[in-house]
């Protein structure tokens, strides 16, 4: 009998904090599945995506989770780490609205839209979602405004999923 797999998903997989989690999930036993715009080779499985697609994009980025339930549904889908993000610094005045949008759309939507996705089946696995936050949610600084904002509105969402 074939046990079923554990498998993780990780946004950012390729990044410095991405990759180390990756990593780390293999040499504890875990599957991964690795999303990200730029391509790495740690992860079982990899998906090359920008998850602003989520937000933008939503028919597209449909297609990307359909790719990742296939993956998914002979398995134990164990947890969801929600990592990538981007960092725009400038003070108000410096950045345009559309860069404040973009942030926000990836750094706190996309997160919010995998989860939604996902949550089902995590529930019925006992599974888990990781939300990277970051120190500007409590104890920013000058030109960090919308990346602050981004982490503070995820580290909200993160508060009130846990008690739903």
Not at 41 to 58: G, H, M, R, T, Y
Not at 102 to 107: A, D, E, K, Q, S
Request: hydrophobic fraction near 40%; include cysteine.
């Amino acid at each position: 009998m074939n046990k079923k797999k554990k498998f993780v998903l990780v946004s950012g997989s390729a990044g410095g904090i991405g990759s180390e989690v990756v990593k780390n999930l293999k040499n504890n036993g875990f599957a991964t599945i690795g999303i990200d715009t730029i391509p790495e080779n740690n992860s079982d499985f990899f998906i090359k995506a920008q998850l602003l697609d989520a937000v933008e994009k939503p028919e597209k980025f449909n297609e990307i989770l359909h790719s990742i339930d296939e993956i998914l549904k002979d398995n134990e889908f164990t947890s969801l780490i929600n990592n990538a993000a981007i960092q725009k610094c400038g003070e108000i005045t410096e950045l345009s609205s559309n860069e404040y949008i973009r942030t926000m759309n990836i750094n706190f939507l996309a997160p919010v839209i995998l989860t939604k996705h996902f949550i089902e089946k995590l529930k019925i696995a006992n599974g888990f979602v990781i939300n990277i936050l970051s120190i500007h949610t409590n104890l920013t600084k000058s030109g960090f405004s919308s990346y602050s904002a981004s982490k503070s509105a995820l580290k909200s969402f993160t508060k009130s999923l846990s008690i739903e």
